[in-house]
């Protein structure tokens, strides 16, 4: 009995109401929880391709972290709906904007109707990853072999961010 | 999956289930009898032996009372609130391993509901959306204290989640896993012998540093005193709960009870050996002289009674420190946990490395 | 002022503190006796000169006020309402006599004030009520004590 069909679809419902919710609700608190949802199912579909690792990561990265210092600032901001209505575009914006999403929407059902999967597969096949000891040590693995250079970029990177961001709140209070 | 797997799956989700459900019950009476005694009163002791079915009325009060949604309120979120807060304990026990794996019929149980490669990952990533709950319930409300406490709760959680990650890696470091059930097996190994005393391969032994530093952001994490700010009730009224009432409010006490036992299970798991019997358990098994099924069974259950004994002893210590310690003040707590936690973290992190760098583990 | 003391390294590493902390409270819990009283079964003693619910003191059946007016002369809060009569022996007595509870502050004016010893304050203190309650002389002529 294979029920990960049912899993499937209710996890991409449920994702694709809240991803509406996010776009159609006038209170940016209320859109910023919906997102929380969105990302939440995202992870229910990662964890459903075996990829736990990348399903934890998701929720403790996106939904766990960085919704929270959205909803955080949002809250600290205090945005209300009437200051929103202040930063709506203009007729010509609003056309562009359709415009372009539907051509977006309608290049994405192309690609996925056009292209086939590969026929071959990847170097790293579940049983692969399964003999080598399971997700979290491959991917740990080869970040610190292969990738070890862009991933200390990346967080030197980060770091310069952090930096600037401190920088730039101390020279204004100043 | 076929049947043997699915009933395998339900005994196991019952096991774990009926306790966890009964924990706000059975805590809310070790709280109230506990604290009164060590302000030397006596507590509920009418109904029941020593009061202990105190929580029967209590429930059917929570269950009896009018249960209104105030007009201010944003009203999805508000429902919202307590089951969110609510899920999350429910989803985090079930990749915590209460007794080792047993065969039965050629087959292997594992005895953890769900047996994730990433174990602890899911913990921490499950325990940070803890935090919606509380944010939902202070936002919805419409209400200045609520939002304050959320605020508070929300950074808070955000700058102990930190240092609470990284006190772990030490003890996934130091078993090279990060599999909650492959952890558990690691440290039934013998660290050392002192003459009689034979030391397990704990992980309080090993990294006692990370211990304490999990310890105190378990309680940062699960809001209790010494970090209970969210709620402080002598500034902020009640905090982020102020606006509910009857079953919500009862949701929200359940939560924070079950929150208490996940972290205890986890901090038993993690650094306390897990299902490891107790000593004296092993000779106690022997002198019985089990063999084949009947031995295993009751080898798991000695095991999941050493886990259960683990778990109730830390959330013992959880009341007991709440009526111990007066609450943080708001700077002290962001001072402590970016100032001193993190850093004693991350030299957690580097001592480890070093032990580990000269095999001294 | 903010006065900063200087604190030792062993104080600023918590840890000894707090496990002193529990084992103060954890010896407070198995050790120290408990100061409750239980009560409905076990009571507080007051005192003989505690002043409680109301009684007028009677000898021989016959209440020993005579109506002189003294008590709710001297009460301070007004809840004392004598209505004076003429018993067949053209002796005065009570014919109404009420206190007023909800305004009674229990000072014990009245006893002093009394030169027959009639009205007095009794050791009772258990007075809730579920409604408004204005004693009248049938109730308060019951001898609740032994003053």
Same mark, same amino acid.
């Given at each position: 009995m294979?029920?990960?069909?049912?899993?499937?679809?209710?996890?991409?419902?449920?994702?694709?109401?809240?991803?509406?919710m996010?776009?159609?609700?006038?209170?940016?608190?209320?859109?910023?929880?919906?997102?929380?949802?969105?990302?939440?199912?995202?992870?229910?579909?990662?964890?459903?391709?075996?990829?736990h690792?990348v399903?934890?990561?998701q929720?403790?990265?996106?939904a766990?972290?960085?919704?929270?210092?959205?909803i955080?600032?949002i809250?600290?901001?205090?945005?209300?709906?009437?200051?929103?209505?202040?930063?709506?575009?203009?007729?010509?914006?609003?056309f562009?904007?359709?415009?372009?999403?539907?051509?977006?929407?309608?290049?994405?059902?192309?690609?996925?109707?056009?292209?086939?999967?590969?026929?071959?597969?990847?170097?790293f096949?579940? #049983?692969?990853? #399964?003999?080598?000891?399971?997700?979290t040590?491959?991917?740990?693995?080869?970040?610190?072999?292969?990738?070890i250079?862009?991933?200390?970029?990346?967080?030197?990177?980060?770091?310069?961010?952090?930096?600037?961001?401190?920088?730039?709140?101390?020279?204004?209070?100043? | 999956?076929?049947?043997?797997?699915?009933?395998?799956?339900?005994?196991?989700?019952?096991?774990?289930?009926?306790?966890?459900?009964?924990?706000?019950?059975?805590?809310?009476?070790?709280e109230?009898?506990?604290?009164?005694?060590?302000?030397?009163?006596?507590?509920?002791?009418?109904i029941?032996?020593?009061?202990?079915?105190q929580?029967?009325?209590?429930?059917?009060?929570?269950m009896?009372?009018e249960?209104?949604?105030?007009?201010?309120v944003?009203?999805?979120?508000?429902?919202?609130?307590?089951?969110?807060?609510?899920?999350?304990?429910?989803?985090?026990?079930?990749?915590?391993?209460?007794?080792?794996?047993?065969?039965?019929?050629?087959?292997?149980?594992?005895?953890?509901?769900?047996?994730?490669?990433?174990?602890?990952?899911?913990?921490?990533?499950v325990?940070?959306?803890?935090?919606?709950?509380?944010?939902?319930?202070?936002?919805?409300?419409n209400?200045?204290?609520?939002?304050?406490?959320?605020?508070?709760?929300?950074?808070?959680?955000?700058?102990?989640?930190?240092?609470?990650?990284?006190?772990?890696?030490?003890?996934?470091m130091?078993?090279s896993?990060?599999?909650?059930?492959?952890?558990?097996?690691?440290?039934?190994?013998?660290?050392?012998?002192?003459?009689?005393?034979t030391?397990?391969?704990?992980?309080?032994?090993?990294?006692?540093?990370?211990?304490?530093?999990?310890?105190t952001?378990?309680?940062?994490?699960?809001?209790?005193?010494?970090?209970?700010?969210?709620?402080?009730?002598?500034?902020?009224?009640?905090?982020?709960?102020?606006e509910?009432?009857?079953?919500?409010?009862?949701?929200?006490?359940?939560?924070?009870?079950?929150?208490?036992?996940?972290?205890?299970?986890?901090i038993?798991s993690?650094?306390?050996?897990?299902?490891?019997?107790l000593?004296?358990?092993?000779?106690v098994?022997?002198?019985l002289?089990?063999?084949?099924?009947?031995?295993?069974i009751?080898?798991?259950?000695?095991?999941?009674l050493?886990?259960?004994?683990?778990?109730?002893?830390?959330?013992?210590?959880?009341?007991w420190?709440?009526?111990?310690?007066?609450?943080?003040?708001?700077?002290?707590?962001m001072?402590?946990?970016?100032?001193?936690?993190?850093?004693?973290?991350?030299?957690?992190?580097?001592?480890?490395?070093?032990?580990?760098?000269?095999?001294?583990? | 002022?903010?006065?900063?003391?200087?604190?030792?390294?062993?104080?600023?590493?918590?840890?000894?503190?707090?496990?002193?902390?529990?084992f103060?409270?954890?010896?407070?819990?198995?050790?120290?006796?408990?100061?409750?009283?239980?009560y409905?079964?076990?009571?507080?003693?007051y005192s003989?000169?505690?002043r409680?619910?109301?009684?007028?003191?009677s000898?021989?059946?016959?209440?020993?006020?005579?109506?002189?007016?003294?008590?709710?002369?001297?009460?301070?809060?007004?809840?004392?309402?004598?209505?004076a009569?003429?018993?067949?022996?053209?002796?005065?007595?009570?014919?109404k006599?009420?206190?007023?509870?909800?305004?009674?502050?229990?000072?014990g004016?009245?006893?002093?004030?009394?030169?027959k010893?009639a009205?007095?304050?009794?050791?009772?203190?258990?007075?809730?009520?579920?409604?408004?309650?204005?004693?009248?002389?049938?109730?308060?002529a019951?001898?609740?004590?032994?003053?």
């Amino acid at each position: 009995m294979d029920i990960s069909p049912v899993f499937f679809y209710s996890f991409a419902a449920v994702a694709i109401a809240f991803s509406g919710m996010v776009v159609l609700k006038k209170s940016p608190i209320a859109s910023a929880l919906s997102l929380v949802i969105v990302f939440f199912c995202f992870g229910g579909l990662y964890a459903m391709l075996d990829a736990h690792l990348v399903a934890a990561l998701q929720i403790l990265v996106y939904a766990g972290a960085i919704m929270v210092l959205f909803i955080f600032v949002i809250m600290l901001l205090n945005i209300d709906a009437p200051s929103l209505d202040t930063m709506r575009a203009g007729r010509l914006g609003r056309f562009m904007i359709i415009a372009l999403s539907i051509g977006l929407l309608s290049l994405f059902i192309w690609a996925f109707k056009e292209t086939t999967p590969p026929a071959s597969v990847g170097a790293f096949t579940p #049983q692969r990853i #399964q003999e080598a000891g399971g997700n979290t040590r491959v991917l740990s693995e080869l970040l610190f072999s292969e990738y070890i250079l862009p991933f200390e970029l990346t967080s030197v990177l980060l770091l310069g961010a952090i930096v600037g961001a401190v920088a730039i709140a101390k020279r204004r209070s100043t | 999956m076929d049947t043997f797997d699915w009933v395998a799956t339900a005994v196991k989700i019952l096991i774990v289930l009926v306790p966890l459900l009964s924990v706000a019950p059975v805590m809310a009476w070790v709280e109230r009898r506990g604290s009164a005694l060590m302000q030397n009163r006596k507590g509920p002791n009418r109904i029941g032996p020593l009061g202990l079915l105190q929580s029967i009325p209590d429930a059917i009060k929570f269950m009896g009372k009018e249960d209104p949604i105030p007009g201010h309120v944003e009203k999805f979120y508000y429902v919202l609130a307590p089951l969110a807060s609510l899920i999350v304990p429910f989803l985090t026990f079930a990749v915590i391993p209460f007794a080792s794996s047993m065969t039965i019929d050629g087959r292997v149980i594992n005895f953890q509901i769900a047996d994730l490669n990433v174990g602890f990952l899911f913990i921490l990533a499950v325990g940070s959306l803890g935090v919606y709950g509380i944010i939902m319930a202070g936002w919805s409300s419409n209400n200045k204290y609520a939002l304050l406490g959320s605020l508070r709760s929300s950074s808070q959680m955000i700058s102990y989640e930190l240092s609470m990650g990284l006190s772990v890696i030490g003890i996934v470091m130091a078993f090279s896993t990060v599999h909650l059930g492959e952890i558990a097996r690691a440290q039934g190994e013998v660290l050392m012998t002192l003459g009689p005393l034979t030391i397990p391969k704990w992980g309080i032994f090993i990294q006692p540093l990370g211990f304490l530093i999990f310890l105190t952001t378990a309680f940062a994490e699960t809001n209790r005193l010494p970090f209970d700010l969210p709620e402080g009730e002598s500034e902020l009224v009640a905090g982020y709960h102020l606006e509910y009432g009857s079953m919500k409010f009862a949701l929200f006490m359940m939560a924070e009870y079950m929150n208490m036992a996940v972290a205890s299970g986890f901090i038993a798991s993690l650094y306390f050996g897990g299902w490891q019997m107790l000593p004296g358990m092993h000779s106690v098994l022997d002198v019985l002289g089990l063999s084949g099924l009947t031995f295993d069974i009751v080898r798991v259950a000695f095991e999941a009674l050493s886990f259960l004994l683990k778990l109730c002893f830390f959330m013992w210590f959880f009341v007991w420190v709440r009526w111990t310690l007066p609450r943080f003040r708001y700077d002290q707590l962001m001072d402590f946990g970016w100032k001193v936690l993190l850093p004693l973290s991350l030299a957690n992190i580097f001592i480890t490395g070093v032990m580990i760098y000269y095999r001294w583990y | 002022m903010l006065v900063k003391h200087k604190k030792s390294i062993w104080y600023e590493f918590y840890v000894i503190d707090i496990a002193k902390g529990l084992f103060i409270t954890m010896r407070n819990m198995l050790f120290a006796p408990n100061v409750t009283i239980e009560y409905p079964e076990v009571r507080r003693n007051y005192s003989d000169r505690f002043r409680g619910m109301h009684y007028i003191k009677s000898v021989n059946g016959v209440e020993n006020c005579t109506a002189c007016m003294l008590c709710p002369t001297v009460c301070p809060a007004e809840c004392i309402h004598i209505e004076a009569g003429e018993r067949p022996d053209k002796e005065k007595y009570p014919v109404k006599f009420e206190v007023d509870l909800l305004r009674c502050c229990f000072c014990g004016m009245c006893e002093e004030a009394c030169p027959k010893d009639a009205i007095k304050l009794s050791n009772i203190y258990e007075m809730s009520v579920s409604q408004r309650t204005v004693y009248d002389k049938s109730y308060l002529a019951e001898q609740r004590g032994n003053k």
